[in-house]
């Protein structure tokens, strides 16, 4: 079990003892008095309704936090079918108007520049280095600065792990195959996309087939096998190329300040322990859908080529995200400090990655 989970797991046991226990502390005090109080939330997700892993999560949030606060807390979810917005989470939790919200950070570098660092950054650290990283290198901490001026606290609300590259209907050999190419891709791997030259855009998910199979787009970065394979890019594009932008794509949950410094000490350690756990379960649930989709894919649809990008193409995209990253750092103090407490956090756990996950692996390759 690694550190992550044996942390939920010790809050998850200190949570349950002390919502069924009719005391606290010593056995001589008198018993605290149980607040009864059903606290009523909302929560607004970006994603559709029973939209698959993610849609997941926000499931699995609520009935933890139901469960684990003995029905004291009551959580309503609205899919962006109900409330319109699939953007508008940021605000709509900031103004009240949802008590808490599932997303993902980087949608809002419109917003505050330094929300963009906390989903994941291209050739940064991987799922278990990222937490890590989030839970004892400092990253909720930078984390909580960032949103506090909002007005909201984040949680980590799920990775996908490591996503795929993207869908390609030509073959990538050399920077000059990017000049051009019209590709949606978001977050910071869009803007190191522009800076080599390729045109990145935004296209509604339920949009992304029709534009890729008419040519609107030449390209798009999705998630890998575990949401992929369903939207069947591989018709249109065969193409598969393996990832750089997103390492380890955290979601967020977000929780309006104002509403969780008014819940019962014990409800806010509910709320955010049910958070983690349900976030954990989506991690597992997207290794064990990519696992078993890509098993799909390489039986069912053998044309599909997978691919790496050359070279001298990581190496350009390198440049410019190093280029990026100075600019921003260079604008903005807290952009700078937590970039550099990434990438000090990067250089420490990936000396241990490459020893341990990495060797394995390679050994077993042989």
């Given at each position: 079990?690694?550190?992550?989970?044996?942390?939920?797991?010790?809050?998850?046991?200190?949570?349950?003892?002390?919502?069924?226990?009719?005391?606290?502390?010593?056995?001589?005090?008198?018993?605290?008095k149980?607040?009864?109080?059903?606290?009523?939330?909302?929560l607004?997700?970006?994603?559709?309704?029973?939209?698959?892993?993610?849609?997941?999560?926000?499931?699995n949030?609520?009935?933890?936090?139901?469960?684990?606060?003995?029905?004291?807390?009551?959580?309503?979810?609205?899919?962006?079918?109900?409330?319109?917005?699939?953007?508008?989470?940021?605000?709509?939790?900031?103004?009240?108007?949802?008590?808490?919200?599932?997303?993902?950070?980087?949608?809002?570098?419109?917003k505050?520049?330094?929300?963009?660092?906390?989903?994941s950054?291209?050739?940064?650290?991987?799922?278990?280095?990222?937490?890590?990283?989030?839970?004892?290198?400092?990253?909720q901490?930078?984390?909580d600065?960032?949103?506090?001026?909002?007005g909201?606290?984040?949680?980590?609300?799920g990775?996908?792990?490591?996503?795929?590259?993207?869908?390609?209907?030509?073959?990538?050999n050399s920077?000059?195959?990017?000049?051009?190419?019209?590709?949606r891709?978001?977050?910071?791997?869009?803007?190191?996309?522009?800076?080599?030259?390729?045109?990145?855009?935004?296209v509604?998910?339920?949009?992304?087939?029709?534009?890729?199979?008419?040519?609107?787009?030449?390209?798009?970065?999705w998630?890998?096998?575990?949401?992929?394979?369903?939207?069947?890019?591989?018709?249109?594009?065969?193409?598969?190329?393996?990832?750089?932008?997103?390492?380890?794509?955290?979601?967020?949950?977000l929780?309006?300040?104002?509403?969780?410094?008014?819940?019962?000490?014990?409800?806010?350690?509910?709320?955010?322990?049910?958070?983690?756990?349900?976030?954990?379960?989506m991690?597992?649930?997207?290794e064990?859908e990519?696992?078993?989709?890509?098993?799909?894919?390489?039986?069912?649809?053998?044309?599909?080529?997978?691919?790496?990008?050359?070279?001298?193409?990581?190496?350009?995209?390198?440049?410019?995200?190093?280029?990026?990253?100075?600019?921003?750092?260079?604008?903005?103090?807290?952009?700078?400090?937590?970039?550099?407490s990434?990438a000090?956090?990067?250089?420490?756990?990936?000396?241990?990655?490459?020893?341990?996950?990495?060797?394995?692996?390679?050994?077993?390759?042989?």
């Open positions: 079990m690694n550190k992550l989970m044996q942390l939920l797991a010790v809050i998850t046991l200190i949570i349950s003892a002390n919502a069924n226990a009719s005391w606290f502390g010593s056995d001589d005090k008198p018993a605290a149980q607040d009864n109080k059903v606290y009523s939330l909302k607004a997700e970006t994603w559709p309704s029973n939209f698959p892993i993610f849609g997941d999560t926000t499931k949030f609520k009935q933890l936090a139901e469960s684990m606060s003995n029905g004291r807390l009551k959580i309503r979810i609205d899919s962006k079918n109900k409330h319109k917005s699939a953007l508008g989470i940021f605000d709509f939790v900031k103004s009240g108007q949802y008590d808490l919200g599932h997303s993902g950070s980087y949608y809002w570098k419109g505050d520049i330094n929300t963009l660092f906390f989903t950054m291209p050739f940064g650290m991987t799922t278990s280095e990222q937490h890590a990283w989030f839970e004892y290198g400092g990253g901490q930078l984390m600065k960032v949103y506090a001026k909002h909201m606290k984040s949680i980590i609300g990775s996908t792990g490591n996503q795929m590259g993207g869908w390609f209907q030509k073959e990538i920077i000059e195959d990017l000049q051009g190419l019209k590709m891709i978001p977050g910071f791997a869009g803007e190191i996309m522009a800076e080599v030259g390729a045109k990145p855009t935004n509604p998910a339920g949009e992304l087939y029709t534009a890729l199979d008419r040519g609107t787009i030449d390209a798009l970065e998630v890998g096998p575990s949401l992929d394979l369903r939207m069947g890019f591989h018709k249109v594009a065969p193409y598969y190329y393996t990832g750089w932008h997103e390492p380890g794509t955290e979601l967020q949950f929780i309006n300040l104002k509403k969780y410094n008014s819940l019962p000490a014990d409800l806010q350690s509910i709320l955010t322990a049910a958070m983690k756990l349900s976030a954990y379960q991690y597992v649930q997207s064990h990519s696992a078993k989709n890509w098993s799909t894919m390489k039986k069912d649809f053998p044309n599909i080529k997978v691919k790496t990008f050359p070279k001298s193409v990581f190496d350009a995209l390198k440049i410019a995200n190093e280029k990026l990253l100075a600019e921003l750092a260079a604008k903005n103090p807290l952009s700078k400090e937590i970039i550099q990434q000090s956090y990067l250089k420490k756990a990936r000396a241990w990655s490459a020893i341990s996950d990495q060797a394995y692996l390679n050994s077993q390759s042989k």
